[in-house]
């Protein structure tokens, strides 16, 4: 530990960063998103950061930024191509992955599934569909299946309740649908709403058949995984949007509202299907507050130390926590040391009041695909020169660095 380390964290406490397949990997085919792209509903994706052909070289630079953990996602597409038909050279290119990141001692956190599904899902119904949790916990036992001799970590769904939102209520997603309630149409201030291909009430109530399928995959998978790999250790990857008021009790209410919806819902949903959660920390609101906040580029408001407020209000399930993604939208990087160290800080704050967290993935390794919004928003420790696919390394990423080395701050 640094001399100048004051902030200790647990021995053993994983730090690392996060990236998710389409986003990063490039050349992925036989998806809604590609589907999207083609019909100009979403930015081309392309070759993106080429990931999943330099590998190598980007984990040669997490081990150089003192990472010893690493989140992924696995392609649905690429190893379910057809339904029921499942690709085993895909599974041995995950398997090579997962080999690099050992071969580095950096440990692998999988995500099986991050937003993208096969076109033959979608084109069905996918998330829609009344088997859909069965279609689901089919995959994701596949996967654990081969993967868990040399993987203890799972992750079944990323944020289901941004999916399903984006997907439903916003209309930025796939498929396009976008929700209303009376006089009330539900949108992105982003502008992405506009790719929205319907818009209707009986979205908005399609995105809570979605929410409810989204907890049965959960659970279907959970069962499924541990029937053939007990000994692995299963999580979801929830967004938390923090919530808090001001001494105003009509806004007390409205926070716990807006947090049981927007998290407790579905948690309490997989209850008993866990055995740690992924936090995804972006979003902090605070009803009854006139405090005017610094922006990320994505215009949130910059508030990292709030993390600290997700954490707790995970840790009512009483499970252990490792933070799955948590970053900063930052092209000139002018922010993220800072936002990274204060993200950190509020970390430890929680691990003080007894918070059972266990490590902490910054999002993300590389700049990224990011979504709706293509290219424009830079997320990464390391940035991508998209003509050329040179990897430099952010001077941000070496305060995470230290951080790292020191397991403290």
């Known amino acids: 530990m640094g001399k100048d380390t004051v902030l200790k964290f647990p021995k053993g406490f994983f730090w690392g960063a996060s990236t998710s397949s389409f986003q990063v990997e490039g050349g992925i085919t036989g998806t809604d998103w590609e589907s999207a792209a083609e019909k100009g509903l979403v930015p081309k994706i392309g070759k993106a950061a080429d990931h999943y052909n330099r590998y190598d070289q980007d984990f040669d630079i997490a081990k ?45 956190f999988i995500t099986l599934w991050h937003f993208t599904l096969p076109l033959w899902f979608s084109e069905t119904g996918g ?73 209707s009430f009986s979205n908005t109530l399609m995105y809570f058949k979605v929410t409810n399928n989204l907890v049965r995959a959960h659970n279907e998978s959970y069962v499924a995984i541990k029937k053939t790999s007990p000994q692995v250790n299963v999580s979801v990857a929830k967004h938390v949007h923090a919530f808090d008021s001001n001494w105003n009790p009509f806004n007390k209410i409205l926070a716990k509202i807006a947090a049981y919806l927007q998290s407790g819902r579905f948690m309490n949903g997989i209850r008993g299907h866990f055995d740690s959660i992924g936090l995804n920390y972006y979003r902090y609101t605070k009803f009854g507050d006139r405090e005017v906040y610094p922006k990320s580029d994505m215009g949130w408001n910059v508030n990292p130390e709030k993390i600290e407020l997700a954490l707790k209000y995970l840790a009512r399930y009483k499970k252990p926590i490792f933070i799955s993604e948590a970053g900063v939208a930052d092209a000139l990087d002018k922010i993220r040391a800072e936002y990274i160290k204060k993200q950190v800080e509020g970390t430890w ?60 701050l």
């Open 127 to 199: 998330f829609e569909r009344k088997d859909a949790p069965e279609i689901f916990a089919r995959y994701c036992s596949f996967v654990v299946d081969s993967l868990s001799n040399i993987c203890t970590h799972f992750s079944t769904i990323n944020e289901p309740n941004v999916f399903a939102s984006h997907g439903w209520l916003y209309g930025a997603w796939p498929p396009f649908k976008r929700g209303k309630f009376l006089w009330i149409k539900f949108g992105k201030p982003d502008g992405t709403w506009k790719s929205a291909q319907t818009l």
């Open 349 to 408: 704050r929680a691990l003080q009041t007894g918070v059972d967290v266990r490590g902490h993935m910054y999002w993300s390794l590389l700049d990224n695909y990011e979504l709706a919004l293509g290219y424009e928003k830079r997320f990464g420790l390391v940035e991508i020169n998209y003509e050329t696919l040179e990897r430099k390394i952010r001077p941000s990423a070496f305060v995470y660095k230290q951080i790292a080395e020191n397991n403290g």
């Open 64 to 108: 150089s930024l003192g990472h010893n953990a690493h989140r992924f996602s696995i392609e649905w597409s690429r190893i379910e191509p057809e339904e029921g038909k499942f690709n085993h050279n895909e599974i041995e290119h995950y398997r090579n992955v997962i080999k690099a990141l050992r071969a580095r001692n950096i440990e692998p």
